[in-house]
């Protein structure tokens, strides 16, 4: 049963372009969420995150958009390059657990062409 | 500055063969993790360690074992290799406390023939 969903496996881009990446979350207890990039052969590593607390948060030409009310979030990057080309997962995890568990989804390839 | 290191990088086991993936870091955090990665599944947890000396199950753990060692080190164990866990494992580490991110380290490719 995923918690975390990413239903859209491939989205490909011109350069120049926005790309808007989406994510569903069926645990409402979820207070922390973050975005993951990974390019192949090396291990995934953190983009942006955002706080339930928060709706929005903005680091360069990456912002993501948390909507609590829909548990949906969405990374946007703007403008799209050809170096953003990867797969990139989202993440959550409830800040009451002392676990420190992250769930993940199962990824969104995102193709940035020329 | 290494972060999260995992050993080896590479291995190729033939079925019923045992090997030990090795997984350190030097960031001082408690929560520790096993992830696989499959085409199509994004990122399976097989077992976390939120302290030294606690683990618990994740979703796919039939077929694996881990220590963990001390605060640094967290081992995953296959005792007999099966096709099936043909996949890239990732280690990763948290700060349990607070909105913090995790750290993954580079992976291994494991085959099982």
């Known amino acids: 049963d995923q918690q975390v969903k990413q239903n859209s496996p491939s989205l490909s881009v011109q350069e120049g372009r926005i790309s808007i990446l989406n994510c569903d979350y069926t645990?409402?207890?979820?207070?922390?969420f973050l975005w993951y990039k990974k390019y192949p052969a090396e291990g995934p590593t953190f983009l942006i995150s955002?706080?339930?607390?928060?709706d929005k948060n903005e680091d360069g030409r990456f912002t993501v958009f948390l909507n609590k009310s829909a548990k949906h979030l969405s990374l946007h990057i703007v403008p799209s390059q050809p170096g953003d080309s990867a797969v990139y997962f989202c993440?959550?995890?409830?800040?009451?657990?002392?676990?420190?568990?992250?769930?993940f989804g199962r990824g969104t390839q995102l193709t940035v062409w020329p | 500055n290494a972060g999260v290191t995992q050993t080896p990088k590479f291995q190729v086991l033939k079925t019923g063969q045992s090997m030990t993936l090795q997984c350190a870091q030097d960031?001082?955090?408690?929560?520790m993790y096993w992830y696989r990665q499959d085409p199509g599944m994004g990122l399976r947890l097989i077992y976390y360690?939120?302290?030294?000396?606690?683990?618990d199950k994740g979703e796919v753990p039939n077929g694996y074992n881990v220590s963990r060692l001390n605060k640094r080190e967290f081992s995953l164990r296959l005792e007999s290799a099966a096709p099936s866990q043909t996949s890239v494992y990732f280690c990763?580490?948290?700060?349990?406390?607070?909105?913090?991110?995790?750290?993954f380290g580079q992976g291994t490719r494991l085959t099982v023939v």
């Open positions: 990763a580490s948290r700060a349990n406390r607070g909105n913090t991110e995790a750290f």
């Open positions: 645990n409402s207890m979820f207070d922390y």
């Open positions: 955002i706080s339930s607390i928060k």
């Open positions: 960031m001082n955090h408690n929560s």
């Open positions: 993440a959550a995890s409830d800040r009451g657990s002392t676990l420190g568990r992250l769930y």
């Open positions: 360690s939120a302290s030294e000396g606690t683990t």
